[in-house]
C-alpha cells in the first residue's frame, strides 16, 4: 500500500515516463519537448489557486496544504507540456518545419497576438466569478484552441484529434491512481464543490481540463513559433 503523503509525488513523477520514452525514441521532437515542458512547468505554481478548493493532495513535506504550492506539480506541469505538444506528431509520424515567410502575411495572422493571449485573458476574466477555480481554467485552455483554430484553420484536425489524445492518455493515468491507491479520487478532490458528474469514478471536470489542455497544448507550439507539420522524413531528423 502506498503511502497517502506520496501518492502526489509517485502519480506525477510516472508522467516523466512516457516522456522520457518519446525523448529517448523520437530524435526529431526532442527540441520542442524541452522547449514546450519548460513553457509548462512554472504553471505548476498556480497550484495555490486550485489547492483546496479544487483538491488537497497530501504532499511533500506538506508543502500544499502548508502553503499551496508543492513541488509535484512542478514535475506534473513539466511533463504533461512535453508530452501534450508531441503527443499527434509522434503516432501520426509529423515533424515540425518552418512555415514560409509568405505564410506569415495570412489575414488571419492579423490576429496572432490576440489568439496567443486568449487563455490568459479568460482566465482573468472568469476566474472572479463565484464557481470553482478550475471551470475557467478548462473554458481558458478552450477559448485559446478556438482561437487557435480561427487564426490557423490548418491546425484544426491537429487540435481536435489532440485533445481527444491527450484525454485517453490522461484517463490511463487516473485509471493507473485509483488501481494503485483506492478511493483516493474520492479523498483528495473536492467533489462538494463540483458537479458531481463522473465516468467511472472519474470526475467529468478532470476529464475535461484533460481535453481541453490537449486542444490547446497540441498545437501551440506551432503557434508561437510559426511552424507547420510535415511528415517525418527519418527517425533522426531534427526539428525546424
Not at 115 to 137: D, E, H, Q, R, S
Not at 172 to 180: A, D, P, R, V, Y
Request: with cysteine.
Amino acid at each position: 500500500m502506498i503511502h497517502e503523503q506520496h501518492v502526489w509525488l509517485l502519480w506525477s513523477t510516472a508522467f516523466l515516463l512516457p516522456w522520457t520514452l518519446i525523448y529517448w525514441l523520437f530524435p526529431s521532437q526532442r527540441r520542442v519537448m524541452w522547449r514546450a515542458s519548460l513553457l509548462t512547468a512554472p504553471f505548476g505554481l498556480t497550484e495555490p489557486l486550485f489547492v483546496p478548493e479544487y483538491w488537497n493532495p497530501p504532499s511533500l513535506f506538506d508543502l500544499a496544504q502548508r502553503t499551496g504550492f508543492d513541488i509535484e506539480s512542478l514535475i506534473f506541469c513539466f511533463a504533461i507540456g512535453g508530452v501534450g505538444v508531441t503527443l499527434y506528431n509522434v503516432i501520426n509520424r509529423k515533424r515540425f518545419a518552418s512555415m514560409r515567410g509568405a505564410d506569415h502575411h495570412s489575414p488571419r495572422h492579423r490576429y496572432h497576438r490576440y489568439a496567443l493571449a486568449t487563455p490568459f485573458i479568460v482566465f482573468l476574466l472568469l476566474y472572479f466569478l463565484p464557481w470553482n477555480p478550475i471551470y475557467p481554467g478548462i473554458a481558458a485552455m478552450a477559448a485559446g484552441a478556438l482561437a487557435t483554430m480561427i487564426c490557423r484553420p490548418d491546425l484544426t484536425t491537429k487540435t481536435w484529434r489532440g485533445g481527444l489524445l491527450f484525454l485517453i492518455y490522461y484517463i490511463i493515468f487516473l485509471m493507473g491512481l485509483e488501481w494503485t491507491a483506492p478511493g483516493y479520487i474520492d479523498r483528495v478532490w473536492n467533489l462538494d464543490a463540483l458537479s458531481g458528474i463522473a465516468l467511472f469514478n472519474m470526475p467529468i471536470e478532470e476529464l475535461l481540463f484533460a481535453f481541453s489542455f490537449g486542444m490547446y497544448w497540441s498545437s501551440v507550439y506551432e503557434h508561437i513559433s510559426w511552424s507547420q507539420l510535415r511528415p517525418a522524413q527519418t527517425a533522426h531528423h531534427h526539428a525546424g
